[in-house]
């Protein structure tokens, strides 16, 4: 069971908006630590897609964005392409785990 | 360029030892974090533990502190994660990463291409 909960699987249509939630804590996102997103093609290595909540690394397409709320983050993504399908990670900082890393447990977006 | 280049895939036997290795290039070596983070087949992202390789302090998930070791060589720029005595749930592909801030701001900005182990009787 992850710190940090997402649920499984969202899908959306080619052109559509989909949003993916990471639900945590008082002792993580609900304690002001940065939230990060990372996408995950099938059989690659992680890659950086958003940071410190809203940001957007040099290259990610503003398509992607990140916002918090509470002990909530999300991510949403518009104008969804074939190539968004990949598994996405929400990751934060947890201090009730000796200063932890902690992941939520990944969300599947499949592109209809 | 920027990049962490991960050793090759390993098949052990339970019980035996291995270290893997995660070589930086193209940055200061000892300007960032170190992460390792465990994918096990089919599953999500857990992170493992960090170093910090300007004095080689270490942080660990709970659940990895006592199972696994992580250190690193600045004179090769490379860090590494050890097991002394592999099980076969560890079996998994295992990950490094850089922390382009410190704790508790890490952010992973690049990655290894990981890493399969593999522990088989």
């Known amino acids: 069971q992850s710190v940090l909960t997402q649920p499984p699987s969202v899908s959306g249509a080619p052109g559509q908006r989909v949003t993916i939630s990471c639900t945590g804590s008082s002792s993580n996102i609900g304690a002001g630590y940065d939230v990060h997103w990372y996408q995950q093609l099938p059989g690659t290595a992680p890659k950086l897609l958003i940071y410190a909540t809203s940001k957007r690394p040099s290259g990610v397409p503003d398509r992607f964005s990140g916002s918090k709320s509470g002990t909530s983050a999300s991510l949403a993504i518009t104008g969804l392409q074939a190539e968004d399908e990949a598994d996405y990670y929400c990751h934060s900082y947890d201090t009730s785990l000796s200063g932890s890393g902690v992941f939520g447990g990944g969300t599947k977006l499949t592109v209809l | 360029e920027v990049q962490l280049v991960q050793s090759g895939a390993e098949v052990k036997k339970p019980g035996e030892s291995l270290r893997i290795s995660c070589k930086g290039s193209?940055?200061?070596?000892?300007?960032?974090?170190i992460n390792w983070v465990r994918q096990m087949p089919g599953k999500g992202l857990e992170w493992m533990g960090r170093i910090d390789p300007s004095d080689s302090y270490t942080d660990y998930s709970p659940s990895f502190q006592g199972h696994v070791t992580i250190s690193a060589d600045t004179s090769v720029t490379t860090a590494y994660l050890q097991w002394s005595s592999l099980k076969a749930s560890d079996t998994a592909m295992y990950y490094c990463?850089?922390?382009?801030?410190?704790?508790?701001?890490?952010?992973?900005?690049?990655w290894g291409q990981g890493t399969m182990v593999t522990v088989s009787s």
């Open positions: 193209g940055y200061t070596f000892t300007s960032y974090w």
């Open positions: 990463a850089r922390s382009i801030l410190p704790p508790p701001r890490d952010t992973f900005d690049m």
